[in-house]
């Protein structure tokens, strides 16, 4: 895809053809997901191992902290298989991104029993992470001014 993922959904432990497969089901979508769309908006899954191992080893070998590792809490090497959201800004605001990139890293979370975690603005935004449908954790200081103002916001996500 061009561009910029809005939601990207990072997937513990599986593979992308299982991922994949998954993400037909949840979506309701026969055939090569790189011709489907939903609600205008276009869905890949990327296989990141060998960025992310790169990624890492760098950050090791300069002893530099990983910011996103330490917000989610979680060893994120086994996180290298990811969902990408594209769609075109200008029909959308970011409540629908949000929405669609909540609810399917849930029901992903479910339909492979395993941990996602979810981030808007091409992971600029981390959102929340499930376990096996469960929310384990919501970074509601990294969304809170990100969704402020949004007629959307996550379920007990800025009330507390």
Not at 8 to 35: F, H, N, Q, Y
Not at 80 to 104: N, S, T, Y
Not at 140 to 149: P, Q
């Amino acid at each position: 895809m061009n561009g910029e993922a809005f939601v990207r959904i990072a997937v513990e432990s599986r593979d992308r053809a299982g991922v994949e497969s998954a993400l037909r089901e949840c979506l309701g979508l026969k055939g090569d997901l790189s011709e489907a769309s939903v609600l205008w908006f276009h869905v890949s899954v990327e296989d990141l191992s060998a960025e992310l191992a790169y990624t890492r080893a760098f950050l090791r070998a300069h002893r530099l902290g990983d910011e996103v590792a330490d917000a989610w809490g979680l060893d994120l090497d086994a996180f290298v298989v990811e969902v990408q959201i594209f769609g075109q800004r200008e029909c959308f605001g970011k409540e629908v991104e949000a929405v669609l990139g909540d609810q399917l890293g849930r029901a992903l979370s479910v339909r492979l029993s395993c941990r996602t975690l979810v981030s808007l603005q091409g992971g600029e935004v981390l959102l929340r992470a499930y376990d096996q449908g469960v929310m384990i954790r919501d970074l509601r200081e990294r969304y809170a001014s990100f969704l402020a103002g949004s007629s959307w916001l996550p379920a007990e996500g800025l009330s507390k």
